[in-house]
């Protein structure tokens, strides 16, 4: 009998654009919109978006779909990532903030 193994793979991305001068949100954003598009659970902050998916292949390469977004309009694109892959876990996006949130509110 095939059991389906339960994978989350969450990547915090940050993707810089270099070249343009200090006003880059226009560009960021252009990145923002590739992973809000990709259909995958994601959340984006001041500092970083937050991608998951059920493997590291499809998450990814949203990564490499929204750097290649900012790099259309860049000369050069620093990019920072950061991985948390583990199995028997979904919607670590949600629940990872919802546990340090419990254990706040209990003092």
């Known amino acids: ?29 252009e990145a923002v919109r590739v992973v809000r598009d990709s259909g995958l659970a994601n959340k984006t902050d001041a500092m970083f978006t937050l991608v998951e998916g059920d493997s590291w292949e499809e998450v990814m390469a949203v990564v490499q779909r929204a750097v290649e977004a900012v790099k259309a309009r860049a000369p050069r694109v620093s990019v ?7 199995t028997g876990v979904t919607d670590a996006i949600t629940h990872k903030t919802e546990s340090v949130e419990r254990h706040l509110s209990e003092g």
Do not use: C, N
């Open 80 to 86: 920072v990532i950061k991985a948390d892959w583990r």
């Open 1 to 29: 009998m095939f059991y389906a193994r339960i994978v989350s793979v969450l990547i915090a991305f940050s993707v810089t654009p270099l070249g343009v001068g200090e006003a880059v949100g226009e560009l960021v954003a």
